[in-house]
């Protein structure tokens, strides 16, 4: 499609779709997802002159995955966000597939964005294109078409490019999947993000002591924590085991040292970031307040996704709320931004016994808590807490099998933070040492009630909505 075909395509889907959109009762208030159509990775999540800039894979044609384009965001609070519309839409041949996820960089105060250029034959055969746009005066980006094919060796999933500036150049992560089938991340440098080398292979399956480890690793990451260098990744293809890997993706990091010279990242082990059923393709940015935030999808493709009730509304997916990331005894921790408390309408405070704690509204809310004993939280008609000596687990109902499912998470639980909005659940247990996030879908109104012959103490909040017109 031509630009203009876009735009009207466009047009006539937000037109026809917003109020239809707006009237679903499983819309969030204060998390974003997509005005109209489909949502899926954050991308090009950067603070640039001063203020937050986030773009996302969206289809707003259609609540199915194909042809995708970025959409736009800006914030100045990181809560408070105002859509702007489409940055990036399939115009050209090199991305006549889908403008794929990428990141975005401040190029000597132009904000640059690196994304791929998809570009598929036939159902087998594809090729990849990472490519330049830059925004102009209008806020409209100019695109400057690709600067980087396929490297040799490597199918045609090779995407998701992640760039940074460090010591007088810039650097880049890329998913790339090898001609055998293996998941890796490759590194490269370029002066001037026009001219990119190869450095070497960062990570991936059959590299390091990992062993056999997925056919692809979708969105990298890669920044510096606490001394040491991190990589976030979504490895593909890792079979599921008792209680590890039980999502269809997953997504984790892995933390180690750098060789900026051979390529080589000598890691760790795998580590899941989030112990939920869907948090997928994250990105981070660093601001100026030296802090590390990530954010991610509450979602996971190729799952239970088409089966969203959300569809006959005409929309589909949220991302999770900001995240700070920091590193604590050897082990990345995650937390809600603390500009999320500006949500906060008045505190209830309650201790006792947990089955005589009050019923709380539990569309949009905010609990911290404290518990002893056994204690089950239900929300709604559709998820259940259970919180014992074993740790925690989350159960849901699946919204496309009918049944109950669960998750858990071992370990003492000294405190508890719960965030929901009208259709997402996202946990963040001992200060974030853990979390578990999950879409779930408990129709309007959904209660939150108390179980168990535990005791509890918590402050709880309703939460406002966010979204600035
Ligand atoms: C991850 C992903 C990326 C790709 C994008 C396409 O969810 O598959 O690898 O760039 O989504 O929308």
Redesign the pocket.
Same mark, same amino acid.
Request: hydrophobic share 35%; glycine share 12%.
């Given at each position: 499609m031509t630009e203009q075909q876009w735009l009207n395509r466009l047009s006539e889907a937000l037109l026809g779709g917003l109020n239809r959109a707006e009237g679903d009762p499983h819309r969030p208030g204060w998390h974003i997802a997509a005005p109209v159509g489909l949502l899926?990775?954050p991308n090009g999540f950067i603070q640039f002159d001063g203020r937050y800039r986030l773009f996302y894979?969206w289809n707003p044609l259609a609540c199915a995955?194909g042809a995708?384009t970025w959409g736009q965001l800006v914030s100045d609070d990181l809560v408070h966000w105002q859509h702007l519309g489409l940055a990036l839409a399939p115009t050209e041949d090199y991305e006549r597939n889908?403008c794929?996820?990428g990141s975005a960089v401040d190029n000597n105060g132009e904000l640059t964005l690196i994304y791929?250029g998809?570009v598929k034959y036939d159902r087998e055969r594809r090729t990849a294109f990472q490519c330049l746009a830059v925004e102009r005066e209008f806020g409209e980006f100019e695109k400057l078409g690709p600067v980087l094919d396929l490297p040799e060796g490597y199918s045609g999933h090779v995407?998701?490019p992640k760039v940074w500036w460090h010591d007088g150049r810039w650097w880049m992560v890329l998913?790339a999947q090898s001609e055998d089938g293996q998941g890796k991340v490759l590194l490269y440098r370029s002066p001037d993000l026009h001219h990119w080398q190869q450095t070497g292979v960062l990570a991936g399956s059959g590299e390091g002591n990992i062993g056999e480890f997925g056919y692809m690793w979708? $969105?990298p990451d890669l920044f510096e924590l606490g001394g040491r260098q991190v990589l976030i990744c $979504?490895p593909q293809g890792l079979p599921a085991e008792a209680e590890r890997y039980q999502n269809l993706y997953q997504c984790g990091w892995l933390a180690g040292e750098l060789d900026w010279h051979s390529g080589r990242l000598a890691h760790g082990d795998f580590h899941e970031l989030d112990l939920g059923f869907e948090f997928?393709?994250p990105q981070t940015t660093l601001d100026d307040q030296g802090r590390r935030l990530l954010i991610g999808?509450l979602g996971l493709?190729d799952d239970n996704e088409p089966a969203q009730p959300t569809r006959d509304y005409g929309w589909m997916n949220q991302l999770s709320c900001p995240r700070v990331l920091s590193w604590r005894q050897g082990h990345l921790y995650q937390n809600p931004v603390p500009e999320l408390a500006a949500l906060r309408g008045e505190v209830l405070r309650w201790q006792g016994l947990a089955v005589q704690a009050p019923r709380l509204q539990g569309g949009r809310a905010e609990l911290e808590l404290d518990v002893s004993g056994e204690v089950r939280i239900y929300l709604g008609q559709a998820a259940v807490l259970t919180l014992n000596a074993d740790g925690l687990e989350l159960r849901r109902l699946n919204w496309r099998s009918g049944e109950w499912e669960s998750r858990r998470w071992r370990g003492q639980v000294s405190d508890l933070r719960l965030l929901l909005d009208s259709s997402s659940i996202e946990l963040f247990i001992n200060g974030g040492e853990a979390t578990m996030s999950a879409r779930y879908f408990p129709g309007a109104n959904p209660e939150i009630r108390w179980g168990g012959a535990g005791e509890i103490r918590f402050c709880y909040w309703p939460l406002g909505s966010a979204w600035v017109e």
């Amino acid at each position: 499609m031509t630009e203009q075909q876009w735009l009207n395509r466009l047009s006539e889907a937000l037109l026809g779709g917003l109020n239809r959109a707006e009237g679903d009762p499983h819309r969030p208030g204060w998390h974003i997802a997509a005005p109209v159509g489909l949502l899926n990775d954050p991308n090009g999540f950067i603070q640039f002159d001063g203020r937050y800039r986030l773009f996302y894979q969206w289809n707003p044609l259609a609540c199915a995955h194909g042809a995708k384009t970025w959409g736009q965001l800006v914030s100045d609070d990181l809560v408070h966000w105002q859509h702007l519309g489409l940055a990036l839409a399939p115009t050209e041949d090199y991305e006549r597939n889908g403008c794929y996820s990428g990141s975005a960089v401040d190029n000597n105060g132009e904000l640059t964005l690196i994304y791929t250029g998809n570009v598929k034959y036939d159902r087998e055969r594809r090729t990849a294109f990472q490519c330049l746009a830059v925004e102009r005066e209008f806020g409209e980006f100019e695109k400057l078409g690709p600067v980087l094919d396929l490297p040799e060796g490597y199918s045609g999933h090779v995407r998701d490019p992640k760039v940074w500036w460090h010591d007088g150049r810039w650097w880049m992560v890329l998913a790339a999947q090898s001609e055998d089938g293996q998941g890796k991340v490759l590194l490269y440098r370029s002066p001037d993000l026009h001219h990119w080398q190869q450095t070497g292979v960062l990570a991936g399956s059959g590299e390091g002591n990992i062993g056999e480890f997925g056919y692809m690793w979708e $969105c990298p990451d890669l920044f510096e924590l606490g001394g040491r260098q991190v990589l976030i990744c $979504c490895p593909q293809g890792l079979p599921a085991e008792a209680e590890r890997y039980q999502n269809l993706y997953q997504c984790g990091w892995l933390a180690g040292e750098l060789d900026w010279h051979s390529g080589r990242l000598a890691h760790g082990d795998f580590h899941e970031l989030d112990l939920g059923f869907e948090f997928y393709a994250p990105q981070t940015t660093l601001d100026d307040q030296g802090r590390r935030l990530l954010i991610g999808w509450l979602g996971l493709p190729d799952d239970n996704e088409p089966a969203q009730p959300t569809r006959d509304y005409g929309w589909m997916n949220q991302l999770s709320c900001p995240r700070v990331l920091s590193w604590r005894q050897g082990h990345l921790y995650q937390n809600p931004v603390p500009e999320l408390a500006a949500l906060r309408g008045e505190v209830l405070r309650w201790q006792g016994l947990a089955v005589q704690a009050p019923r709380l509204q539990g569309g949009r809310a905010e609990l911290e808590l404290d518990v002893s004993g056994e204690v089950r939280i239900y929300l709604g008609q559709a998820a259940v807490l259970t919180l014992n000596a074993d740790g925690l687990e989350l159960r849901r109902l699946n919204w496309r099998s009918g049944e109950w499912e669960s998750r858990r998470w071992r370990g003492q639980v000294s405190d508890l933070r719960l965030l929901l909005d009208s259709s997402s659940i996202e946990l963040f247990i001992n200060g974030g040492e853990a979390t578990m996030s999950a879409r779930y879908f408990p129709g309007a109104n959904p209660e939150i009630r108390w179980g168990g012959a535990g005791e509890i103490r918590f402050c709880y909040w309703p939460l406002g909505s966010a979204w600035v017109e």
